[in-house]
């Protein structure tokens, strides 16, 4: 049946198919409704069906959703069968919706078309019997939309391609040198100065090549509750990164009196239009702190995730050692160094978000220096596995999303012929093949929300390359994070590569990327393979 990602068991179907007619009716037991419009929409689409409510009386001609609380929240239940129809089993909605997924794909790639391809064809469900339940409970991707601007209509799209994988976490990177993305009303120069560039490095940032269009954008608040109610009405939460105190010129190049004025003349600074990292941090200032809480006020105000993600990655530390007001604000704080003013950042948010019920969320360089993390602190482990391990080893919870494996703007393929080829060679088969529990972590198995996939977007310029760089890795990691056990997929990858061209997605082709999807001459910046 080529389910992707694989099920923990399914029957092998049978003779007994369910066709989906006119009068297939669509019950949907009180708090299944989400799943109920979202069928609709999805399969009423493809099939031109109207699945109407039936009564939930015993109707064979029937797709029933319900709620089992023997069942794990995000569990499901599938049985087809000709003589009592679809029956879907969620032990909560969310289980409910993936169990619909689940039913997407065992009708065929037409499902996933948006008009009826073959009118006179009756679509049929394969007779089955399914039990699944998801391995980790935070399958996340991240959306670098800093570096480059996604518009609302793409990543609504990329959340619908998240539920199609039982993907459920979207980590959106809001803020980063390169641009700033989120309206904040009490402080509207960010978006008014910081989301706009004038122009952007092409390729590497050791290329010599520049690309003169000035680039830029941002979600309103609207916008962005609207991503997050579409995000939820399919189990997804959104988790927001602001990311403090490095990352933060786009910041700077908007209210100059966040960067350290002391050293270098933050006036004279633009939204950044190159890559790497950069030595252009926030001043450790009591301003600096007031400043980010009320831009953290809105952005709990628009996303109700219990989790917020406020970077800490790549912060040097050059400009905190050369300024007074940074080393006397370290003897003040009596935190030791630039480690320990970082630390005290970190610390400062974390309680602060701890105060309104949330849960900071930092890249692993939170660790650095060694000072104890706040409680509920969690980390994202993307320099490896050390970070992951350290932080569980001292009962904080930890995503994996290490950049040797999971990076999906790193190339997939050795050779001349991937577009701006960056990073380690990660093919389809070695992300399918990543083992996200090595030993030091399995013994912390608790501590482990999950696994994230990142796609960061220096070289990915618009939504047709991320489709590019995503697929078909995501449907790889997606059986990663879902799946207790992987078995053979190379014929069900396959199988899903029509599912993928029946929705439209640029993935890159297994063979290597059509002629329109390479970058000839644009200089990238190849590791080694792994
Ligand atoms: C990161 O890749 N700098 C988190």
Not at 162 to 173: E, S, T
Request: hydrophobic letters at 40%; glycine letters at 10%.
């Amino acid at each position: 049946m080529d389910v992707i990602p694989l099920p923990r068991s399914a029957e092998a179907p049978g003779p007994s198919a369910v066709p989906l007619t006119a009068r297939t009716t669509l019950w949907a037991a009180p708090g299944t409704e989400d799943t109920a419009l979202w069928l609709r929409t999805a399969l009423g689409a493809a099939y031109g069906l109207p699945l109407p409510p039936g009564t939930g009386d015993p109707d064979p001609a029937a797709v029933r959703l319900l709620l089992d609380d023997a069942l794990e929240p995000e569990e499901y239940r599938l049985h087809a069968d000709a003589a009592t129809g679809v029956e879907i089993r969620g032990g909560g909605p969310a289980g409910v919706l993936w169990g619909a997924q689940t039913l997407r794909q065992l009708l065929g790639p037409d499902a996933f078309r948006r008009a009826p391809v073959r009118p006179d064809a009756t679509p049929a469900v394969p007779s089955t019997r399914i039990e699944d339940a998801p391995r980790f409970r935070w399958r996340g991707l991240l959306l670098d939309v800093a570096r480059h601007f996604m518009p609302k209509d793409g990543v609504l799209r990329v959340i619908d391609l998240m539920a199609a994988h039982k993907l459920n976490v979207l980590h959106l990177h809001l803020t980063d040198d390169q641009g700033w993305r989120v309206e904040i009303h009490r402080h509207p120069r960010l978006t008014e100065v910081g989301a706009w560039r004038p122009r952007t490095k092409l390729g590497h940032r050791a290329s010599p090549l520049w690309d003169d269009r000035p680039h830029g954008g941002f979600y309103t608040q609207d916008d962005l509750r609207e991503i997050v109610a579409y995000a939820a009405a399919r189990h997804i939460t959104v988790v927001p990164e602001i990311d403090i105190p490095g990352h933060s010129q786009a910041a700077i190049a908007a209210y100059p009196e966040l960067g350290n004025t002391d050293v270098i003349d933050t006036a004279a600074l633009g939204v950044w239009d190159t890559w790497g990292v950069n030595p252009n941090v926030l001043a450790p200032t009591e301003r600096v702190l007031r400043f980010y809480e009320e831009v953290l006020e809105e952005v709990l105000d628009v996303f109700p995730a219990p989790f917020v993600h406020l970077g800490g990655d790549e912060c040097p530390k050059e400009q905190w050692r050369a300024s007074a007001t940074a080393q006397a604000r370290i003897r003040e704080l009596g935190v030791g160094d630039e480690d320990g003013l970082q630390a005290w950042f970190t610390g400062h948010f974390a309680r602060w978000l701890a105060e309104r019920g949330r849960r900071l969320v930092g890249w692993d360089e939170i660790l650095d220096g060694g000072r104890p993390l706040p409680d509920g602190a969690v980390v994202s482990s993307w320099r490896g596995f050390e970070g992951g391990i350290a932080a569980a080893r001292a009962g904080h919870d930890v995503v994996l999303c290490p950049e040797q494996h999971v990076y999906l703007d790193h190339r997939q393929a050795p050779g001349a012929g991937e577009p701006v080829p960056i990073g380690y060679v990660r093919t389809v088969e070695d992300v399918h093949a990543f083992d996200p529990l090595p030993a030091e972590l399995a013994a912390h198995r608790e501590r482990v929300l999950g696994v994230q996939a990142n796609l960061w977007t220096e070289v990915v310029e618009d939504g047709r390359r991320a489709d590019y760089q995503l697929f078909p890795r995501l449907a790889a990691f997606a059986e990663v994070a879902w799946s207790a056990e992987r078995g053979e997929f190379a014929g069900r990858l396959d199988a899903h590569l029509e599912r993928l061209t029946a929705l439209g997605v640029e993935y890159r082709p297994l063979t290597g990327p059509h002629p329109w999807q390479q970058r000839p001459g644009l200089p990238g910046r190849p590791l080694p393979h792994l």
